[in-house]
């Protein structure tokens, strides 16, 4: 699943291409990508048609669109939002009407004006669903998405209470880092690109590290986001893209992810790869010493 810049890389290709605009039609062309909208894809193309996104929005790694319905004196919010789920592989693409449809194009919108929102995914991993607003701690959330803490980069975000949170916890460090319920945002990429910076082992068990080291930690979850973010996210295949089809190239960057035997960039020891919940970690046995017992 995309992390955190790479959905943001998305979100705001939808804001400038699609935001403001008003969906004529939806044709869902595959079932599995409808399949979180439990009334079926007939039910999500009638809802869909003839309202207005209203604004693209994120918490974490989850995107949705905000909608506003037609009223005698305009518009106003509808009271729901489609969420997005990306999954493994889906892509958000913004295409002109008369363009060649994807291969794996499972949901087609077509908007007024006469470019074509299509959800496009290989791995049928993802979709889209229809979901109540409902407010959490002040900010209106899709019902799906009520449960998600605050990521890094959010506005709101409370680093001294996550610390609290993460003081208590006795698990390890990384795993801890993956809890989208403690914190959004982040996956295995970004975990261990920030683990290696602050220099600390994924195993370390969060309660064993300093609020120091926690706050220096949290500081480079969201520095190495910001880097990545501005490089247009990370893509290992051509699974990952924004909304014009490109990649980001955050790749070339990575100092400890993907780079197993490859030297570490701060001190040349070489890069070692270890077995994590069915993944891989990737970290530098030197400047992350692994926790004794």
């Known amino acids: 699943m995309p992390e955190l810049p790479e959905v943001e890389v998305v979100r705001r290709g939808l804001t400038e291409h699609v935001v403001g605009h008003v969906v004529e039609a939806v044709t869902v062309k595959h079932p599995r990508s409808v399949r979180r909208h439990l009334l079926g894809g007939d039910d999500l193309a009638a809802r869909l048609a003839g309202l207005r996104v ?9 995107l949705w669109l905000t909608l506003d319905e037609p009223t005698a004196g305009g518009w106003a919010a509808a009271g729901e939002a489609l969420v997005v789920h990306l999954g493994m592989s889906g892509q958000m693409l913004v295409q002109p009407g008369d363009a060649p449809l994807e291969k794996h194009a499972h949901i087609v919108a077509t908007l007024d004006s006469g470019a074509q929102l299509r959800f496009v995914d290989q791995r049928t991993f993802g979709g889209w669903a229809l979901h109540p607003l409902v407010e959490v701690d002040g900010a209106l959330l899709p019902e799906a998405v009520a449960h998600i803490a605050r990521d890094p980069l959010d506005p709101a975000f409370d680093a001294d209470a996550v610390v609290r949170v993460l003081r208590g916890k006795q698990s390890e460090i990384k795993r801890v880092l993956l809890d989208q319920t403690v914190i959004s945002g982040i996956g295995n990429i970004y975990a261990d690109e920030a683990l290696w910076r602050a220099r600390v082992h994924g195993e370390r068990p969060a309660a064993a590290l300093t609020e120091p080291a926690l706050h220096r930690l949290l500081t480079e979850v969201g520095a190495v986001m910001e880097e990545a973010l501005r490089a247009g996210g990370t893509s290992f295949d051509a699974l990952y893209v924004n909304v014009n089809g490109q990649s980001g190239y955050f790749e070339r960057a990575l100092a400890a992810y993907g780079r197993e035997d490859e030297p570490c960039r701060r001190c040349g ?6 077995k994590f919940m069915n993944r891989s970690s990737f970290s530098c046995p030197r400047c992350q010493p692994r926790p004794r017992g």
């Open 54 to 62: 209203h604004a693209a929005q994120r918490r974490g790694k989850f």
């Open 269 to 274: 020891a070489p890069i070692r790869r270890e």
